[in-house]
């Protein structure tokens, strides 16, 4: 009985590692061309030992740096802004919460639920009139609005964790919501920033339906810089794996790293 | 969702003197700057749908009424687009969840290295959607060259043109990679969070296995289910990159979803009041959707 028992825990991890990597194994494979040479990547029966070589990124890095500073830029800035406008009211919704504050969270989660292919046609067009597209503070400003509902929530719901007696305790010594805010809430939730900017670099680096839309040479991101090799050098399967692999690793690491507080965000705040 | 605890809504502020930063001043400008860059834009969506208006024809642009949506929702072409979407989404939906809830209690045991390949099982939802769709098209579906094919011939079969000859089923098996982990991560988050005593009474009481899922291990896992649901469904409706980065809506229209749709319309062909219709028709339905599933959720997480 008790073999028995052992015997299909073998079994279940065994199943498990094999499900494990056959998921991982387009990562594994395209990693392993990213080292390759082109006449190795293209190989039929397909090639699983050789001497590494990295001329790939050498020769991906030229069109790489402008769309990575893009990227960065997108990225960081739109996480800023939307820290600038949400971290307030966040606060405001967790310490001060009113009858209609369950109304405005809810109202703000339904803006993230607002496909972009119904507002993408007139943003379009006022971008246009403002000389917006094809820059990078156009494209951060619909960064902050993707983002934003994510800061409100994840950080609402790191803020009302704070044991209220603290806010308490402070209004006893006559401390202003200012006061409140910077000297109690923001150190408080530190963690939860932490793990929501996380998240927020993460869903800006991999947008690709604004990027696409929005800019063309000037400011497009590293998704539509990969994007091109598709029709440009489709045909060169290690170097764009090698480009593949510069865009993807850093939100790998992120991800990672974060893997705790992803369930929290990703379900915004249902699941912890 | 959560709802928010409020023990302490009767504790008023401290009235002061002079400017003072209220709650609604901390609230607005967030809400002013959603308000501006969604709901603005939206009911211009809304108000271009009634018109003829392409940005190649510039000058015209004369009202047309529901004409843009007539037109939409009669066109077979279109009806195809539409079924596209909802199978696309469905499909890939019920795979993530079945996949994911079977990872998920796969990774609920001790095992060793069980920290590790859960971390590294979340890889592929990381993973950017152009990218996926580039290394999927290239690397494992091409039907010279690729992985797939590869595997195929070697073991004696003819080798197939995925994207050709199966082409939803393709972008659907890509897509269920990309989504799988998140449906295994919220789930696993769900079974963690199931007390060991209530498993331990049920086996007490004589439980077989199949018993201890149905009546234990399913009842406490609803919620997390829903949640996979909701969001999937709302984040699957809007899939774009990846059929971007893979067929193009191709070959013919097999995988033209309402995104993609919108995209050629809109960009390719600058038909602006076609667009704008087919975006108020995505608007309705991903959010006469999630309006369903918020309120099967909030339903079952009150009656718990």
Not at chain 2, 163 to 181: D, G, K, N, R, Y
Request: glycine share 6%; with cysteine; net charge positive.
């Amino acid at each position: 009985m008790k073999a028995q028992i052992r015997l299909r825990n073998a079994l279940l991890t065994l199943v498990t590692y094999l499900i494990a990597a056959a998921f991982l194994f387009p990562l594994v494979w395209m990693f392993m061309a990213a080292f390759k040479t082109e006449a190795q990547a293209f190989a039929t029966p397909p090639v699983f030992i050789f001497t590494p070589t990295l001329e790939n990124f050498e020769k991906a890095m030229g069109t790489y740096f402008p769309a990575l500073r893009n990227s960065l830029a997108a990225a960081v800035g739109s996480t800023i802004l939307a820290f600038i406008l949400g971290l307030p009211a966040a606060f405001a919704l967790a310490v001060y919460p009113t009858r209609r504050a369950q109304g405005v969270l809810t109202w703000m989660l339904s803006t993230k639920f607002m496909p972009a292919v119904g507002v993408i046609v007139p943003l379009f067009l006022i971008y246009r009139n403002l000389d917006l597209l094809d820059t990078l503070p156009g494209l951060i400003l619909m960064y902050t609005t993707m983002n934003l509902p994510l800061v409100v929530w994840m950080m609402h719901s790191y803020m009302t964790e704070i044991p209220y007696a603290i806010y308490e305790a402070a209004k006893v010594d006559g401390a202003t919501v200012a006061q409140e805010f910077f000297g109690i809430a923001l150190p408080l939730s530190t963690p939860g920033m932490a793990a929501t900017a996380l998240l927020c670099l993460i869903f800006a680096w991999n947008e690709v339906f604004f990027a696409l839309n929005l800019t063309s040479a000037n400011a497009a991101p590293l998704s539509v810089f990969i994007g091109e090799f598709k029709t440009s050098q489709g045909l060169f399967w290690a170097q764009l794996s090698a480009a593949a692999t510069l865009v993807v690793l850093p939100v790998l690491i992120f991800g990672w790293v974060a893997q705790r507080q992803l369930v929290r965000g990703l379900s915004f705040g249902a699941v912890k | 969702m959560t709802a928010a605890a409020t023990p302490h809504a009767s504790v008023a502020p401290a009235p002061k003197r002079g400017f003072r930063l209220t709650p609604a001043a901390l609230i607005w400008p967030a809400l002013l700057y959603l308000i501006l860059t969604t709901q603005v834009p939206f009911f211009m969506t809304v108000y271009y749908s009634f018109f003829r208006y392409n940005l190649a024809i510039p000058g015209a642009r004369p009202f047309i009424g529901l004409d843009n949506y007539k037109n939409l929702l009669t066109d077979p072409q279109n009806l195809t687009i539409l079924w596209n979407t909802v199978v696309l989404a469905g499909g890939t939906l019920i795979l993530t969840l079945i996949i994911g809830a079977a990872l998920a209690l796969l990774l609920n045991r001790d095992f060793p290295g069980r920290a590790l390949l859960r971390t590294l099982l979340i890889s592929s939802f990381l993973v950017m959607p152009v990218v996926t769709a580039v290394v999927w098209k290239n690397m494992l579906l091409n039907p010279a060259f690729g992985f797939f094919s590869w595997v195929l011939t070697s073991l004696g079969l003819p080798p197939v043109d995925f994207l050709a000859q199966h082409p939803m089923a393709s972008v659907i098996a890509m897509i269920t990679w990309e989504w799988t982990p998140f449906a295994m991560l919220i789930l696993l988050t769900g079974l963690q969070s199931l007390p060991d005593d209530q498993l331990e009474a049920a086996r007490l009481d004589g439980a077989s296995p199949w018993q201890e899922f149905r009546y234990v291990v399913l009842p406490h896992w609803t919620q997390a289910i829903q949640v996979v649901v909701l969001m999937e469904t709302i984040a699957l409706l809007q899939v774009y990159g990846e059929i971007y980065g893979s067929t193009s809506g191709g070959p013919g229209l097999a995988t033209t979803n309402l995104p993609y749709f919108i995209y050629q319309k809109a960009f390719a062909e600058y038909n602006i009041g076609l667009a704008s219709a087919a975006g108020v028709i995505t608007v309705v339905l991903t959010n006469v959707l999630a309006a369903y599933m918020l309120r099967l959720l909030t339903r079952t997480s009150r009656s718990e």
